[in-house]
């Protein structure tokens, strides 16, 4: 397989980067901004086109270009100087506002510029998108996800840096673990992430999504539904000894850091056993030969 490129993280840090936006993207009453604030004409300004969030709420936008109209825009767009084109701005956070100040029909905005590469621009985009707070689960749960994969942060660094417990992004990131099918449901809110997690260790999780959806179930009856529907398989095959806390707890942390189901299988009466790790696509496979060999260079040293 094709070796990856080595991914890194930042060296400024991930707290440095958010310094600038750690305030609402609103436009209400608000503390001023902090000193270094230029105001630019609108047409100067452009989005990034490698943006993560493709969508916006049009009735959002024209809630936000209303207020702007009566109160102007408090809270700086970050941007920083468009590459290869002197004069001009790219967004780096704030597009919201840009875009319901168009609407508003305003002729400049409120911008902080800052000199940051590519990667850095990306970065801030998915950890602005992350702290919105009507952003789905699954869209959290992929933005953790590209924070890890790309960047190289762990989940400690994401709980410190975003103010969320480290049990949280390590729930939300086991969703990723479920078929699209049952993702799909969770984006647009017909089931809760309660759902989602309780269909996780299910065999047919779209069959009882679609059940649960159906029958308008809760999170409990949707727990004794997932529980039930696995009795069958065990019937079937001599009972496994349940699995202790410490054991069942060593899987979460092992799916959540790896972004692959892990099971783990210890024999009764021995010290040995099993680990099995399920991954979706060859790049995750591609991922998993990296970590082994990383580890195993490590430990030969």
């Not at 916006?56 to 109209?69: C, N, P, V």
């Not at 319901?100 to 940051?116: E, G, K, N, Y």
């Not at 398989?233 to 699995?243: I, S, T």
């Not at 959540?256 to 783990?264: D, P, Q, R």
């Amino acid at each position: 397989m094709a070796k990856k490129p080595e991914k890194r993280g930042l060296g400024r840090g991930l707290s440095a980067l958010m310094a600038d936006f750690d305030a609402p993207d609103t436009a209400s009453t608000a503390s001023p901004a902090k000193g270094g604030e230029q105001i630019v004409p609108i047409f100067k300004v452009k989005a990034n086109p490698d943006q993560p969030r493709k969508t916006f709420d049009e009735q959002d936008l024209r809630d936000l270009a209303r207020s702007i109209k009566e109160r102007g825009i408090i809270q700086p767009l970050i941007v920083r100087p468009e590459p290869g084109i002197s004069g001009q701005f790219q967004i780096v956070a704030g597009e919201r506002r840009w875009r319901a100040a168009q609407l508003a029909r305003v002729d400049s905005v409120p911008v902080l510029v800052r000199d940051l590469d590519d990667l850095e621009v990306l970065e801030i985009a998915i950890i602005e998108n992350i702290q919105r707070a009507d952003l789905n689960p699954v869209d959290e749960a992929a933005g953790y996800q590209q924070l890890m994969d790309k960047f190289g942060h762990t989940q400690e660094k994401l709980s410190d840096a975003l103010g969320k417990s480290r049990s949280h992004i390590a729930n939300t990131l086991r969703l990723l673990n479920l078929p699209e099918a049952v993702l799909s449901f969770l984006r647009s809110g017909q089931i809760s992430p309660g759902h989602a997690r309780a269909l996780i260790p299910t065999e047919n999780a779209v069959d009882l999504a679609r059940e649960v959806v159906a029958k308008g179930l809760s999170v409990r009856q949707t727990e004794a539904l997932a529980k039930k529907s696995q009795q069958p398989a065990k019937e079937k095959r001599p009972k496994a000894p349940e699995k202790d806390a410490d054991t069942r707890s060593i899987e979460v942390d092992l799916t959540a850091n790896l972004g692959m189901k892990v099971t783990i299988n210890h024999k009764e009466g021995s010290e040995g056993g099993s680990v099995t790790i399920q991954y979706k696509s060859f790049d995750q496979l591609d991922d998993l030969c990296q970590i082994l060999s990383a580890t195993h260079s490590a430990g030969s040293r």
